[in-house]
DNA sequence: CTGTTAGCGCGTTCAA
DNA sequence: TTGAACGCGCTAACAG
């Protein structure tokens, strides 16, 4: 690996110089700057970013934050298309992430994940799926010890900024033309995790229609599992008119109960994963752009790190749009 | 950040010391040990594994290069396992790794790719669903300017290494079971990619059964992919009494076609993704555990980095042996 | 067994 | 406008 010295030497200027047309520098005079660029290239010449690092304590690592389902496999897709999108944003903007399970953390306390984060040099986090329930997590992010950006929840502060599809609006949107569509009265709504925080979003969008149509609703906890939500509408299915979930595998789990019992629902998903492709049934849902979403965090990162998040963006929501299509399986 | 100076300077020792207690050197006190692991201890000190990299040319990261397969995104279940375990293995043996998606470096030439890897102190790779059509990353590998271990594909030298399950034998065993359970003499073989590596293996695996029972059998190229099976299916599955697929897109792609035309084949796939669940038919599958294999690249390329692939080791294929199961959607 | 010293490759003053 | 010199936090000889 050639490195800044020899780059120096070939062009006949000293080390700080060539740092210096590197990073864009003033006050270096275009004759050198030439000099210097014309033996980088000759030399194939590539700054060591990790002693850049160590030099400049610019440097700062993202940490991507994500779940791994073991359970329900059929949710890769939304983590992958999470995981691309940042991956892909952060080589934009040539920041380093690093792709982080949940599963790898659990057990240590707030300060050893700490400690963890920052002897490998993260000081920003991008925090994929968390729930109320996390205790460590969020006290991790009220700590403010990193800056962190938390997707589908509801943090800002200084050091943490949000970034979020208008869920209630989805929810409402989605639901209301599926009611629309069959003229429905009766729902049963399978909401997702209890302490989720999409869960309450998206149950006040369910709940707004409902009390703006004057529609009877049925509200149910799937936890997002396919399984409880077979349960869930063998059990209320026969009394509604419309099943309306909180996301496609608990959909399909409605619609599974429905085929088993002998009986008709429309039943309506959320999120518009793959999957709800291959079960042969016609289903609305609502089709999220999960790598947008976390092209914009990875986006939000990078500003809360570069410091240039002065007052005038605390208690400023980020407020990505909602990209959705109805697509019929 | 604490550093090593003040965990010195706390314990009253060098900063030498510190670190040889660190790095678990030998020929230090019990007595000064003690003394060094209470100040980290007290202080809270974690070390900076930037400047340690910097430092001791030892450190090297790996890249893992995976695929990331936007038009038929169920294959995201398969390299998400292959994320999660070389993740967690790289974890296990603390070292760095770092997902890079081929997309990122389509257009690169190699020498590009091979500096951009270098300035990231990248210097160990393992690389997922290589094909040789893939020149540059053929290229790459031959090189031997990093430390590769290749998924699937048969690289082995000083240094490379190549992780595998036996391919053959599951396409064999598989069909085996498939043409017992139906007693079936004409296979349609709905082979993958041209120019994979696992293709071929699978077909030696297919040809065998056929020789071996004496079957009929019909070979086409799907592309693993779902719609090109079902072309095929279209075609020729009336003159057949089973359908083997390389994947187990293709063999709902072929499935459906079935459907459509309104035949029973019996249709068998491979790879047990987690899909196969849902689509609500029965098919005998080939269930990889993609989670162990990537682990044991990762430990693989341990190895190589650390150099202990003596001439001993040239020559030896490190085989994965292959788990599956048959399963029943 | 312990401490001193010299780098690793680069960014960044501060003189010149 | 340039370059010498120092330091980032740590490892690795080498002396003592």
Known sequence: MVTIKEVADYAGVAISTVSKVLNNYPNVSENTKKKVRKAIDELHYVPNTIAAALSSKQFARVALIVNLNTQTQAIDEITMQYLSGAINKAMEKSIEVVTVFYSM?????????VRYFQSQSIFGLVIYGLSKDDIVFN??????????VVVDAPYISENTSSVWVDNKKAQYDVA??????????????IAGKKNGYVTEYRLEGI???????DLEL???????SELEARKIAMKYAKDVDLIVCASD????????ACIDIDIFRPVCGFDGITLMGYVGKQMLTVRQDFYAVSQAAVEEVCLLLSGENGRSRIMEHKLVKLYYKDIIC
Not at 139 to 148: H, N, R, V
Not at 218 to 224: D, Q, S, V
Not at 249 to 256: F, P, Q, R, S, V
């Open 105 to 113: 953390l659990q057990g240590m306390t707030v300060d050893e994940i």
């Open 139 to 148: 006290d991790l992010i009220k700590k403010g010890i990193f800056k962190s």
């Open 176 to 189: 209301k033309r599926a009611v629309l569509d069959d003229n429905c009265r009766r729902i049963l709504y």
């Open 207 to 213: 709940k707004e229609l409902a009390e703006e149509k």
């Open 218 to 224: 049925k509200i149910c906890y799937g936890e997002f």
């Open 249 to 256: 595998l608990m959909a399909i789990g409605a619609m599974n």
